[in-house]
């Protein structure tokens, strides 16, 4: 059984910085770790994936996360935030099915991430 | 290249009436996911389809919920008779068939369901 623990609800940080997003996730098989963003009034945007090529993986707008296998984290950072970052995060884990397809993902609860100027 | 559409964006309804989802893909993914997030809680898996076919149906709550995707291209996503309950945002996902570890899942931006 897979499941995904994202630790706060709700984090808040300053423009300019650092956001740190935690995810522990808990997988059978070799996990594939993601993380989506949600902006408001938007659907979920792919922000990066590990796939178990490296460890640290690098996204889009200066995100990146470290899959650690003996803490069974994934958490996202980014060095400085900025006001557009304000946004919902999801983590997610998925995996290989019996059927041998990467199947559904498993979600965390979600971090709302606020920056404050 | 469009991205996943989804329809209505919103939608109310009262109690026992029907509601129909509908979801477009991006064109030539074979794989469509439906999800679901009900207020305060994770995203859920629904169903997955490969082309018109079910591939995976573990999620679904009950039979009020019937999803099918004639042809293997948009699906709909019908709730009958909606309960109290079901309210809360459907999120249709697709997906290119690759090997495990390739795939990554569109989203689309999901509807708004409230039932009162």
């Known amino acids: 059984a897979q499941s995904v623990t994202q630790l706060g609800s709700h984090v808040s940080v300053s423009e300019g910085a650092l956001v740190l997003l935690r995810c522990n996730y808990s997988?059978?098989?070799?996990?594939?770790l993601f993380w989506y963003v949600q902006y408001p009034n938007q659907g979920l945007q792919l922000l990066l994936k590990y796939t178990s090529a490296a460890t640290l993986v690098k996204g889009i707008n200066g995100f990146e996360a470290e899959f650690k296998k003996s803490e069974t984290s994934f958490h996202l950072t980014k060095p400085s935030a900025h006001m557009s970052d304000a946004a919902e995060y999801f983590c997610a884990v998925s995996g290989i099915t019996g059927g041998g397809s990467q199947g559904n993902l498993i979600f965390g609860k979600g971090t709302k991430l606020s920056v404050k100027p | 290249e469009a991205g996943v559409t989804q329809f209505p964006s919103h939608s109310v309804i009262e109690k026992g009436q029907t509601v129909t989802l509908r979801c477009d893909p991006i064109?030539?993914?074979?794989?469509l996911y439906w999800y679901r997030r009900v207020m305060g809680k994770e995203i859920k898996f629904l169903l997955h389809?490969?082309?018109?076919?079910?591939?995976?149906e573990s999620g679904m709550p009950n039979n009020r919920f019937l999803a099918e995707r004639t042809g293997g291209t948009y699906s709909t996503l019908k709730v009958q008779p909606a309960e109290l309950e079901d309210s809360g945002v459907y999120f249709c996902a697709s997906s290119q068939v690759e090997t495990p570890g390739r795939e990554t899942q569109y989203f689309g931006p999901g509807t708004r369901l409230l039932v009162l």
């Open positions: 064109s030539g993914h074979d794989n």
């Open positions: 997988s059978s098989v070799p996990p594939y």
């Open positions: 389809f490969v082309k018109e076919s079910k591939q995976d």
